[in-house]
């Protein structure tokens, strides 16, 4: 197989990877923007690692390889493990009040003349 292929192939299959490695940073960092960097972070070292280890024939094209792919790897992984979120409510949703409107119950009746 090609290294190029080996390459795009541990890119994108580095995504669910990067993702479990984002949640098992999770207790030791408190604030949440720290995720989506943490990831691309991940990414860019997964992916310079896959490029050092396959070696390349042209070093420039490789290095530019594995960032493009390290940080698309990262925004993906960014993006899996946050839209499972979504459905988290932080404040409970209070319905809006319907105006009490009476039933009409039988023909209506003529308004009186004076």
Known sequence: MDATLIQSLVSLGGVPFIA???QMMKPFVSDGRWYAP???GFGLIINFGAFWAL???DFRTGVVAATIGGVIAGLA???L???TQVNKI????????VPDVPAATGTPKPPSVK
């Open 20 to 22: 479990a490695l984002v």
């Open 81 to 83: 493990y946050s839209i």
């Open 77 to 79: 992984a960014s993006g």
């Open 55 to 57: 070696g390349s024939t």
């Open 90 to 97: 932080d404040a409970p949703v209070t319905p809006t009040p």
């Open 38 to 40: 943490i990831a691309i």
